[in-house]
């Protein structure tokens, strides 16, 4: 079965992506987008769009190109030499790679949660206005103890902290952790968070919190999640895109691409016949 | 025989029951059906016998030499003539010297006393015997060792993990030369002080505030009562070091965060070695740098600009010394910048931090207890340099805090002290062993305190 797929694949060099990849009124778009490591091609002309205050999930096998799609969304790509991507991204229409965008403006409004949490050798406290300090999103103190305690409250870590936020964010457990990086991306009212398999490092109690809040935060952000739980994408997204080796094959709701795969692809990934 | 022909005996007894012993557990297989019946390797029967039949047998070569000769000496001594009998310590190392010499044929036999050439005479057959009881002892103790291994040879003997064992105690051992090396120079310093501290008070010494270590040869010399206050040398010492410091540390921090951070692969394969080049520049070299280019350049600009720069001063020593540091800082530096996991850039960066917010407020505080350290180490350096002082800082024991001034050093001292033709018992050769000792204190004071941070941080942060 698996041999017959990937011949399938291989035959159909025009691939077209299966499925509703666009939308009428899209947060971001992605069209002919290719992405280069120095000479090896990651990803294969993706054509998506992502709608507002949608939860988007990126599913498919290791390797396939859903990170670096990911990371393509907020320039983050820019760090790792050699990388070159074409084809054109845009945010409410403005182009994402254009030379007149500036990196830090759009990092402020693309805000990204990583697999492992991150939180920076600081305090609770720093850690979180780190990102509000930077921008200069608060005049005052009081400013800032605000927005601490309102990314913090959305992360939903506020009760647990409030009586620590002077302590170290490395001293949190790992899901607490995960949603203070969360509270960090959320401080600067971000207008889409990436999140890259926020969950693989985390217990299943504390993966079940951060789908919570994922749920939550989807009614104020766009969000697009990496993921290699197909549970965890049927639970928390609103579309399913599939990737695979570097080609985006089918981008559905998630209700559907779960029960009704349209392509042969997706459903050898789904049925756990490769991945 | 002699020590050296004893442990090429010995070599070859252990090569010859290596070969014995692993042909003979290869024998004891064959019948078996096969190494595989046999508990360990051959090699490790082998290995057995050879360590068994050497290791002994060296342990007590050394203990023989180390001893033999305090022994032979006492017992010439005790047997010597009546009329002969030393009055003091110092006559009695004399006589022996004596004796030793006629012994070895180095004085001539004829016109010295009776007493002396009996004691010469029998200096030389105690020590013949002593070689021919060492060689036999050897050798019966290698045999013993040799018999015994054969004696343990069984195909289920353990063989390999008493190999284990006795190669875990042999790096032990190596272990343990440093640190005893270590205890022996701080005890030889600590008793010299000890016996400067008997003529100068340890108050004087500690907190005097005038260095003239020139004390009277004879009784009716007048004017040269001198004195050992050590705090002019630690000013000058911390003075210089805080000059190093100034230039080597902002250079040095700043080149290893371009290096880590900023340079591309290119750069760095080429830049870091470049930079590395100037820790291996010779210390004496950097110190005739020093005092015949960056002193007299500094005074010619003292000068043009209406400062009085003396042409030794501890600006020049010390910033010759910060340049000699700076590879040293970076070098460090570099690694624990290195060492800070890309998640913390990456994390600073998606929040839309440019690269120079990210290194100051993220990569740099993570690594801050690193850079401390890097910098206290460097700090011990600076402190215990002294080519560069030698020849470029100056002699004079000033007590001043002007960088433009000559000062002296506490290892410019200790140099100046031990060269040359000196008398061991007076306190100003002993003078150095004192100030080696306070030296030798606070630069342990300050790695500890550098160990210290650097472990505390690292337990706060990980």
């Not at chain 1, 939308?23 to 987008?33: H, Q």
């Not at chain 1, 409250?153 to 990086?181: F, H, I, M, N």
């Not at chain 2, 350290?373 to 340099?385: D, H, P, Y």
């Not at chain 2, 002082?389 to 506490?410: D, F, I, Q, R």
Request: glycine share 6%; hydrophobic share 45%.
């Amino acid at each position: 079965m698996k041999l017959k797929s990937e011949q399938a694949l291989e035959l159909d060099e025009s691939h077209v992506t299966v499925g509703q990849s666009f939308c009428d009124d899209p947060k971001m778009t992605m069209r002919n987008v290719d992405v280069f490591y120095s000479d090896k091609q990651a990803i294969y002309d993706v054509n998506i769009d992502i709608a507002k205050n949608e939860v988007i999930a990126m599913i498919g096998p290791s390797g396939c190109g859903k990170s670096t799609f990911l990371r393509t969304l907020n320039r983050m790509n820019d760090t790792v030499e050699g990388c070159r991507v074409d084809g054109q991204i845009c945010m409410d229409g403005q182009d994402l790679y254009s030379p007149k965008l500036d990196v830090v403006e759009l990092r402020a409004r693309v805000g990204m949660v990583f697999q492992k949490p991150n939180p920076f050798p600081k305090s609770i406290r720093d850690n979180v206005t780190y990102g509000p300090k930077i921008h200069g999103l608060a005049d005052t103190r009081v400013d800032l103890d605000e927005i601490l305690e309102k990314s913090l409250r959305k992360a939903g870590l506020w009760e647990e902290v409030k009586d620590r936020l002077d302590q170290p964010g490395t001293g949190l457990s790992g899901g607490q952790q995960q949603r203070l990086c969360i509270a960090r991306a959320i401080a600067v009212s971000p207008e889409v968070i990436l999140m890259d398999e926020p969950c693989s490092a985390l217990d299943p109690i504390a993966t079940a919190k951060i789908e919570e809040l994922i749920k939550e935060l989807s009614q104020n952000f766009t969000i697009a999640i990496v993921t290699h739980s197909m549970q965890q994408a049927a639970r928390v997204s609103h579309r399913t895109a599939y990737f695979h080796l570097g080609k985006l094959i089918e981008v559905n709701p998630t209700e559907q691409v779960f029960t009704m795969p349209k392509h042969q692809l997706t459903e050898a990934y789904i049925t756990g016949r490769f991945g | 025989m002699q020590a050296t022909h004893l442990l090429s005996l010995l070599i070859v007894l252990g090569s010859f029951s290596f070969y014995v012993s692993r042909g003979r557990s290869l024998a004891l297989a064959n019948p078996l059906g096969g190494i595989r019946n046999l508990h360990s390797l051959p090699s490790y029967y082998g290995l057995h016998a050879a360590l068994w039949c050497t290791l002994p047998a060296t342990f007590l070569l050394a203990i023989w030499l180390i001893f033999d000769e305090i022994v032979i000496n006492a017992m010439v001594m005790t047997d010597l003539s009546p009329e002969l009998i030393p009055s003091g310590n110092a006559s009695y190392n004399l006589i022996l010297n004596k004796v030793a010499n006629i012994a070895n044929g180095i004085l001539p036999r004829e016109s010295q006393p009776s007493g002396l050439l009996d004691a010469a005479d029998n200096m030389l057959s105690l020590n013949v015997v002593s070689q021919w009881s060492i060689t036999l002892l050897i050798i019966t103790l290698a045999m013993f060792g040799l018999a015994w291994s054969s004696h343990k040879l069984k195909p289920d003997f353990r063989a390999r993990p008493a190999v284990e064992r006795v190669m875990q105690n042999l790096l032990l051992a190596c272990a343990c030369v440093a640190i005893f090396t270590t205890l022996g120079i701080v005890f030889s310093v600590l008793f010299e002080s000890i016996q400067f501290f008997r003529s100068v008070p340890i108050y004087d010494f500690v907190f005097g505030l005038e260095w003239s270590p020139q004390t009277a040869i004879r009784e009716d010399q007048v004017g040269s009562s001198g004195s050992f206050g050590a705090i002019p040398l630690f000013v000058g010492t911390l003075l210089v070091s805080a000059v190093a410091m100034f230039i080597a540390v902002p250079i040095g921090l700043m080149s290893a965060i371009y290096l880590a951070e900023y340079a591309d692969s290119k750069v760095r394969t080429y830049a870091k070695p470049a930079l590395e080049v100037l820790a291996g520049i010779p210390t004496v070299v950097y110190g005739f740098f020093a005092a015949l280019t960056v002193a007299p350049f500094l005074r010619d600009l003292g000068a043009s600009v209406g400062l009085t720069i003396s042409s030794e001063s501890a600006l020049a020593a010390g910033g010759v010394m910060g340049i000699m540091i700076i590879p040293f800082i970076s070098s460090l530096a570099d690694d624990v910048i290195t060492a800070v996991p890309q998640s913390m850039r990456d994390g600073s960066l998606a929040m839309g931090a440019t690269q120079s917010e990210t290194i100051r407020k993220v990569v740099i505080p993570a690594a801050l207890p690193g850079i401390v350290g890097g910098i206290m180490l460097a700090i011990s350096r600076a402190i215990g340099e002294t080519m560069i002082v030698v020849m470029a800082a100056g002699m004079a024991a000033k007590l001043t805090a002007n960088p433009l001034e000559s000062v002296t050093t506490v290892t410019v001292q200790i140099v100046t002290l031990l060269t040359g033709d000196q008398e061991f018992d007076s306190p100003k050769t002993l003078a150095a062993f004192a100030l080696g000792l306070m030296l030798f204190t606070v630069t342990l004071l300050l790695n500890i305190f550098a160990l210290h941070i650097v472990k505390k941080y690292r337990e706060q942060y990980e």
